[in-house]
């Protein structure tokens, strides 16, 4: 009879093992799917990043081209007119230039503070993902302790009811 409860102690201590290294490689292939899903979606960010930086490049060349059409039929109106280029009419044109301008700058800059906010996230993102790795493999070496864990307790309780005192029965001794 004893047989039999070393067999079955052995048998729950490899099914026990093995359940420890099965839910360790769940744990880890979840922890590796999401740091996939972080890579991923620290891509988009840096592509959405190159994409806001080319969108402000052609927005402020739009600006720029509206300040200069701006200017032009000033200049023109003010030629029409007859009063000439100078004074006033040149304060009028050269604030329109300037406004054009800044303009164009602002929109480049906004344009790059989006971009720079992309990075920033794409870069979490990264570290994110890399962090997950870390501990993917940490699990995953966890799981060969938990094996070994498990098979060394099984046998130990087994080798433990070689070594066990008898116990006295009405009988007599009884060796379990």
């Known amino acids: 009879m004893a047989g039999f409860g070393m067999v079955f102690g052995l048998i729950g201590s490899m099914v026990s093992a093995a359940g420890a290294s099965q839910q360790a490689q769940g ?15 620290a891509a988009a960010q840096r592509k959405r990043a190159m994409e806001e930086r080319a969108a402000a490049s052609i927005n402020a ?14 200049v023109a109106r003010f030629a029409s007119s007859g009063g000439g280029l100078g004074g006033t009419a040149s304060t009028v ?12 700058n602002l929109v480049v800059w906004e344009g790059e503070q989006k971009a720079r906010g ?22 995953r070496s966890n799981a060969g302790i938990g094996v070994a864990s498990a098979l060394l307790s099984g046998v130990s309780r087994i080798g433990g009811s070689f070594t066990a005192p008898a116990e006295n029965t009405a ?6």
């Open 171 to 176: 009988s007599g001794y009884y060796y379990g």
């Open 93 to 104: 044109i050269g604030n329109t230039f300037n406004r054009g301008r800044t303009n164009s």
């Open 61 to 74: 060349e739009r600006k720029m081209r509206d300040g200069s059409r701006l200017v032009s039929e000033q």
């Open 27 to 41: 744990q880890a292939d979840a922890q590796e799917a999401q740091a996939r899903a972080q890579e991923a979606n």
């Open 118 to 139: 992309y990075e920033d996230q794409a870069a979490i993102g990264d570290y994110s993902a890399a962090r997950l790795i870390d501990a993917s493999n940490r699990t």
